[in-house]
Structure formats: C-alpha cells, structure tokens
C-alpha cells in the first residue's frame, strides 16, 4: 500500500476560491484521496507540521475539518533532529519556505513514495532535487493512479 504524503494545502483545498475551475478539479482530487485512505487502499502520514499549520488556523470550521481528516493518518510523524538535517540540507539546494521545505523532510523521512502538494512553485523547485519520492499535484496522482 502506498503512503502518501500531502502538504498542507490538500487538508484545506475545500475551502478555496471555488470560481477556479482549477481549484474545484484539485478539491474534487483531495477528497478521492481522503476516501481511499477511509477506504484503506492508500495510507496518509500526518506530521507534527501538520499539525502546527491547523493548531495556527484561525478559522474554526477549517481547523475542525482537518483534525477530523487526520484521524484517517496512520502514519503519524513526531519531530526529530534527522528531519531537521535533513530540512537544512534540501534548503540549500533549492528556494523554498521552511513550512515547505519541513514538510518535504518530513515525507522523506517518513519513507512516503508520493508528496502531493497544490503548490506550483514547491512543484517546481522540488523537481530540481533527487528525491526518494515523487513530487506531484493531486490530480495528477489520481490521473495516474487510475491508468
């Protein structure tokens, strides 16, 4: 069973502008992730940032979804130094935000094969990097996945 690791912004996908079409096909792909976690054909890792990012959530019906949707991680990743090193080393190579770059390490550390992330700029400075995982948008996991 393949572990995937979303970055933040697929917990609140739901909550965007949906006047974008292309916010509307990503949430519509966050959410079939979510059923096959509930559906156990997938598993979600859910990490200290994670958790950090919804405790910071200053809107209530966000911050209780996303607590709701974490009770469908099995994989839980507590901080460690290894995750920090790690952070410090890919922050070298690349321009990335230390939220990003955390949650990069941590989906690495975790032994993730996918990090799924909404984020176009992450996209592209990820791929610039020789990652032991595949960095890609939810909709195109999904795409792929159902080849």
């Known amino acids: 069973m393949d572990l995937v690791y979303l970055d933040y912004n697929c917990f609140q996908r739901r909550f965007d502008d949906p006047s974008q079409m292309r916010i509307q096909i990503e949430a519509l792909a966050c959410q079939e992730i979510f059923n096959r976690a509930e559906a156990q054909t997938i598993q979600l890792a859910w990490s200290f940032m994670h958790e ?3 405790l ?4 209530p ?4 979804f996303v607590l709701e949707l974490s009770t469908i991680c099995q994989t839980r990743i507590a901080p460690e130094e290894a995750i920090y090193n790690l952070a410090q080393v890919l922050i070298q190579q690349g321009k990335f935000s230390a939220k990003d770059i955390l949650h990069v390490a941590c989906a690495i550390h975790a032994q993730a094969k996918f990090f799924l992330t909404c984020d176009d700029a992450l996209l592209r400075q990820t791929q610039k990097l020789a990652l032991s995982l595949e960095v890609m948008n939810p909709v195109d996991y999904i795409r792929r996945e159902n080849l």
């Open 52 to 54: 950090d990012e919804t």
């Open 56 to 59: 910071l959530c200053p809107f």
């Open 61 to 64: 019906e966000r911050r209780d």
